[in-house]
């Protein structure tokens, strides 16, 4: 029959009653997958409504641990803290985040803070505690920029906050404006019970996130969609996207080289130590080239990973002398083969406590898959610290950038006015890369150069002297 010819059949089609009912099995089966948000316009209204009557019906503020039914489990309705206020109200719309939260912790623990001295999940509170809710969220791509203007929030976003006293809180916008009509009035729990009050701008914005649509049944998305790479897990991320991180500005300029958008590097961030280190590995793929930063203290934890991604390591890389980010490096030399790397000026201050192999100046890079890293000497905290940008992507920064700081000045061969001015380099970079430093010691693992420039008095000092001054 030829396109567009239109045939009309002589008469009434006989459907066989097999055929029809296999038919309506199937659309039956399609009606119920379970996709919130898409075709559903008023899901954000029955989140909405569903935070809004937690108001009168709890009461106080009860941080007390319970153990919990699971799924499902949840305090009396009277109490609770500023989580549950969340965790209730999306439960009204069948998504479970003590079961959601608890099975991606399993999953990847170490993607989660390491503030509470677990070894494992809980899932009675760890879908109530603030950070891991954050980090969820992230994980399932629904971040989005914070921001100060009120036109950028939306009834049924869930917006994170830090208090004055550096605790972090939680709430769901309502549909209700404010007097002014400029930004929507929040459901919170800050200490009496569940409220609805103006308080959007009153604390600082840590977190913004659109929580629908929401497919249940699937695990955090990841790459571009993500809002950022996975942190402690494998990390898919097409090198060089400007679309990777919606938070972010469009990058200017083009990267280091020229990259194929289909390649998928891989990153994961681990927490060893008792000091609150993070060691790093990457790889440009499941079973492709793979490189170590800062190995300590666990090495058979970072040998594991290694192991799990199939990776070829072929270099160990130091980003300075300091003991509590190489002490892993000879073992985990001694199980891959991997050249031990750092700048020269770190050679003198080891010691022996490992041999190098090779150095890395400033300007200098390697290629690595379809991208390359490139080399920055940092010094300040040490004479021969260095930070790397990973495939236009990560920003690996040691002891000089901190999320929310920088390393100290008063230890031997530091030099304050070095890292000052170093500091205002790594400010000059893209506001996208992805800064992962040597400590957990911020209110998140990670952050984006484009926040950190915003949020970090070391970043903001606008003069040496300025910079002096931060405690």
């Known amino acids: 029959m030829g396109k ?47 935070a809004l009557e937690q108001v009168g019906v709890t009461l106080y503020y009860d941080p007390s641990y319970v153990k919990l039914a699971y799924p499902g489990g949840d305090v009396p309705p009277d109490r609770g803290v500023c989580t549950d206020v969340v965790v209730r109200a999306l439960r009204r719309l069948g998504i479970d985040l003590q079961r959601e939260v608890h099975e991606d912790m399993r999953s990847a623990f170490a993607a989660y803070p390491r503030r509470w001295g677990l070894t494992r999940p809980d899932r009675n509170i760890d879908h109530r505690r603030v950070p891991n809710l954050m980090t969820f969220f992230t994980r399932r791509g629904k971040a989005r920029p914070p921001s100060n203007d009120g036109a ?142 800062d190995p300590a203290f666990d090495a058979e934890r970072i040998l594991a990973c290694i192991k799990r991604h199939r990776l070829d390591v072929t270099r160990i890389i130091l980003t300075h002398h300091h003991g509590d980010h190489l002490n892993a490096a000879a073992a985990v030399k001694a199980r891959t083969g991997a050249k031990i790397l750092a700048h020269p000026n770190t050679r003198p201050f080891l010691q022996g406590a490992v041999a190098l192999d090779g150095t890395l100046a400033d300007g200098e890079g390697f290629p690595f ?41 008063d230890l031997p061969g530091s030099d304050a006015r070095a890292l000052y001015e170093h500091l205002q380099r790594l400010k000059r970079l893209p506001d996208d890369l992805l800064v992962l430093s040597g400590h957990d010691y911020g209110e998140v693992p990670s952050r984006r150069l484009g926040e950190e420039k915003l949020r970090n008095p070391v970043l903001r000092a606008s003069s040496f002297e300025e910079f002096q001054a931060i405690p």
């Open 369 to 409: 898959g379809d991208a390359e890293v490139r080399v920055m000497h940092t010094p300040g905290h040490t004479p021969g610290g260095i930070c790397l940008v990973v495939a236009g992507t990560w920003l690996v920064t040691g002891d000089t950038l901190f999320i929310g700081n920088c390393g100290r000045t």
């Open 152 to 293: 950028a929030y939306e009834p049924g976003d869930i917006v994170a906050w830090s208090l004055p006293d550096g605790r972090p809180h939680i709430g769901i916008l309502s549909d209700r404006p404010s007097g002014t009509a400029s930004r929507w009035l929040a459901v919170h729990n800050i200490g009496a019970g569940a409220q609805v009050e103006d308080v959007l701008f009153q604390f600082r914005i840590i977190g913004h996130y659109r929580p629908l649509p929401w497919r249940r049944g699937h695990g955090p998305r990841q790459g571009r969609a993500a809002g950022r790479p996975e942190v402690g897990r494998a990390s898919p991320v097409p090198p060089g996207s400007a679309a990777r991180n919606p938070r972010s500005a469009p990058r200017q300029g083009a990267g280091p080289s020229p990259r194929k958008e289909e390649s998928a590097m891989l990153m994961e961030q681990l927490p060893v130590g008792p000091m609150s280190n993070f060691t790093y590995v990457f790889g440009t793929g499941e079973g492709g080239e793979g490189f170590v930063v």
């Open 4 to 50: 567009g010819v239109c045939v009309r059949a002589p008469g009434p089609v006989r459907v066989p009653l097999s055929l029809l009912a296999g038919l309506c099995l199937l659309a039956a089966g399609l009606a119920a997958i379970p996709v919130l948000g898409q075709d559903a316009p008023d899901d954000v209204g029955r989140l909405v409504q569903a």
